[in-house]
């Protein structure tokens, strides 16, 4: 009988006749909270009718019976559709059970369906075979004229395979009642005109076999005992959604138990899928089936995780792991990092880092892959830390001293930014402390070494350094050797220093400035190519000498770490080229051999000559003065020298030749006279200790230039200013 829908009209009307002309043959519904309505004569009012109905209508359907996600198994890659009473199969390629079909074909048995915490219900298993040839997909329908219940379910080719391979599908489970027929329709996708209909009645449940267990933990078996009877194969299993799994060798036995005798079962690992199952010796017996681990804490320990295979498929930016395991297992994965490549060392959590799981695949992106940065699986009240199992690291990070300055060696792999910043150990922690410098290497540019440059402000302190461009990043923790050995290159660094501001102050005295002439000192930014660590060493020491002996406010990227790393290395040359135009000041640009070199490079590269870095000061500062000459024909403000013996006038570009240029040391006056903005001093006035610093530095430069020296970062200073 169809139920009409409410408010349908006379169709409607129609329907509430028939309804009460039928009613007496069925007799009166029993309904609670309704008595029994007295039918009236026909032609009278249908008012207890109505009421009737309308209760029918309120009353809240049968509850079904949960069902676990059905699964589809194929030949080849697939995916699965179902209608919507029915949970979306999950498909995978995998060997369909028993031998392979002869297409076409259709087969229908009945299986048990056991869910956990329910009973056992059945269920029936279809396994069909099609020749592949010009479809791309099946469908199934099924039929229980019994209930008038109905589904569908369609299984889909993922990708072209070559071949004409038959496809072997089988598909777990559609379930339905014990003693019912069903009726199964095989269709192709699209259609070549092959049907095939099946129709098979479930079999009538049956008590299964009995048997006795017990768990004998010494010796990892389980212990059946048959009764006196028929006898019994009996076996261990792994329980998965629908059917019992058998263990891998060699664990995996099946036995024929005589009634009245008992056999001993061992297992390999103790996990909650572990079951017991007991069947008659004859064909299609009926099974019974025992799984007495799945509340014992003991099944959720260490062998839990010992069953489970971690297959690692982490790649440049995402950490991936795919877990085979015994049981269905489904546990929650989150990020932690070690501080030592040890099984027994801790594993701090990372907040918010829970990784998205589909088919026990495990995924989440922005993460810096590292040996020591690992997933930690939690299930039940157990869990288990699993590492990249790569060893080799994207970018490695070393530590040197020199001075009261960090040098941070980087050499990196892949395109990437790394920040750093100085901590203080305590309380067996290290925070990092502003400011942050960071380093990048950009897309275009190929493997090599970074540098980056940390002032020391406090002797003892350490360096945090991490991946900056990445959400999930472990930070490595590097402290410089305070040896003895150290400790005496820092003491001589200490006495170098000293003697330095003792050569300037007798160079104060030897060339007294008026007073007047160094309050006007003008600001001079120093530029500069990081040729070598000597080279380096001479830009700084012609900075103390402009600062200290001409009153100039020098402005040197390499005493302003703190503002560099702050504020960024494009930002603050931009800064201070604003700075020194309004306070009339010079830009003063050391030229080399290196500088020619990088100028050649920048001028060729991508983007048209503009940096192709964000912390290429250099090229910046070439973008800069390139503007400069186009806008005005010439660089107001700019200045150029060279060291005689580290370059040649050949070695400065025709476009920057227009610039005023000095020629180191036999120009030192004239260059001192133009920043001064009068007449160029005298060489007694220069006689000092001073020129005699900027010689030596000079020859060590040189024969360091004769002898192949090679060339690095950003080093730091032997000196800078007070107050920086």
Not at 107 to 116: A, E, F, G, I
Not at 435 to 443: A, M, N
Request: with cysteine; net charge positive.
């Amino acid at each position: 009988m169809r139920r009409g829908r409410p408010g349908a009209g006379s169709r409607h009307r129609r329907w509430e006749r028939s309804w009460a002309a039928e009613l007496p043959a069925v007799g009166c519904p029993v309904l609670p909270a309704v008595g029994c309505p007295v039918l009236p004569a026909m032609g009278s009012p249908l008012r207890p009718v109505a009421l009737v109905v309308a209760v029918l209508l309120l009353l809240p359907p049968p509850a079904r019976p949960a069902v676990p996600r059905p699964r589809v198994s194929a030949n080849f890659d697939c995916r699965a559709n179902a209608d919507s009473a029915q949970t979306r199969p999950r498909c995978r390629r995998a060997a369909p059970a028993g031998p392979p079909l002869t297409p076409p074909a259709l087969l229908l048995s009945t299986v048990r369906l056991c869910q956990p915490s329910l009973p056992c219900q059945p269920c029936l298993r279809v396994r069909m075979a099609v020749p592949a040839a010009g479809i791309r997909g099946l469908q199934l329908d099924f039929l229980e004229p019994g209930s008038n219940r109905a589904g569908w379910l369609q299984v889909w080719r993922r990708h072209r395979a070559p071949g004409n391979v038959p496809w072997q599908v089988q598909f777990d489970c559609f379930p339905a009642d014990s003693g019912r027929r069903v009726l199964v329709t095989l269709r192709t996708i699209p259609d070549r005109g092959l049907a095939i209909s099946r129709s098979h009645v479930v079999a009538i449940e049956l008590q299964g076999p009995v048997f006795t267990h017990t768990w004998l933990p010494e010796a990892r078996a389980i212990e059946v005992a048959v009764p006196q009877g028929p006898a019994l194969l009996v076996r261990l299993c792994h329980q998965l959604a629908l059917e019992c799994e058998e263990l891998p060798q060699p664990f995996h036995r099946q036995l024929l138990v005589p009634g009245g005798h008992h056999v001993s079962l061992p297992y390999e690992f103790l996990v909650p899928c572990l079951c017991v199952e007991a069947s008659y010796p004859h064909h299609d017996s009926l099974r019974t089936k025992r799984c007495p681990f799945r509340e014992r804490p003991d099944a959720y320990g260490p062998e839990l995780w010992s069953s489970v295979h971690f297959h690692d498929y982490s790649s440049k930016d995402q950490m991936a792991m795919v877990l085979s395991a015994s049981c269905p297992l489904h546990p929650r994965a989150t990020l932690c990092w070690r501080e030592v490549a040890a099984e027994a060392a801790p594993c701090h959590d990372v907040p918010n880092s829970t990784a998205s799981e589909e088919e026990q695949a495990y995924t989440l992106d922005n993460v810096d892959v590292h040996p020591l940065l690992c997933f930690k699986f939690s299930y039940g009240n157990s869990s288990h830390v699993e590492c990249p199992h790569r060893t080799d690291t994207a970018w490695n990070v070393s530590l040197s001293a020199r001075g009261l300055q960090l040098r941070l060696h980087l050499t990196s792999h892949v395109p990437a930014s790394f920040s750093a910043a100085l901590c203080q150990r305590r309380a067996g922690r290290c925070e990092p402390e502003a400011p942050v410098y960071t380093v990048t290497r950009p897309e275009s540019s190929a493997p090599g070494e970074l540098a980056l440059l940390l002032p020391v402000q406090v002797l003892g302190s350490c360096v945090l350094v991490w991946r900056s461009d990445v959400r999930f990043a472990r930070k490595q923790l590097l402290c410089p050797d305070v040896s003895h050995r150290h400790f005496g290159l820092l003491g001589l660094a200490l006495a170098l220093g000293l003697v330095l501001t003792v050569l300037l102050l007798n160079c104060r005295n030897t060339w007294r400035m008026p007073s007047g002439a160094a309050a006007r000192g003008r600001p001079v930014l120093l530029l500069y190519s990081p040729d070598s660590e000597e080279h380096l060493a001479l830009v700084c020491a012609l900075a103390e000498l402009l600062r200290v002996c001409l009153g100039c406010e020098v402005r040197l990227d390499l005493w302003e770490a703190g503002g560099v790393g702050r504020s960024g290395a494009l930002p603050w040359l931009y800064a201070q080229r604003r700075h020194v135009g309004r306070e009339r000041g010079t830009v003063l640009l050391l030229w080399s051999r290196g500088s020619s070199r990088l100028f050649h490079l920048w001028r060729g590269g991508e983007g048209g000559g503009e940096p192709r870095d964000a912390h290429d000061v250099f090229g910046a500062a070439m973008a800069c003065l390139q503007g400069e000459l186009g806008a005005a024909g010439r660089g107001r403000g700019w200045v150029l020298v060279y060291f005689s013996r580290l370059c040649s006038p050949r070695d400065v570009p025709r476009p920057l030749r227009p610039l005023p240029t000095y020629r180191l040391p036999q120009e030192l006056p004239a260059l001192l006279g133009a920043l001064r903005g009068g007449p160029p001093p005298s060489r007694r006035h220069l006689r000092g200790r001073a020129k005699g610093l900027l010689l030596r530095l000079l020859e060590a430069e040189a024969g360091k230039g004769a002898a192949g020296g090679g060339s690095g970062g950003s080093p730091g200073c032997p000196l800078q200013p007070a107050g920086t």
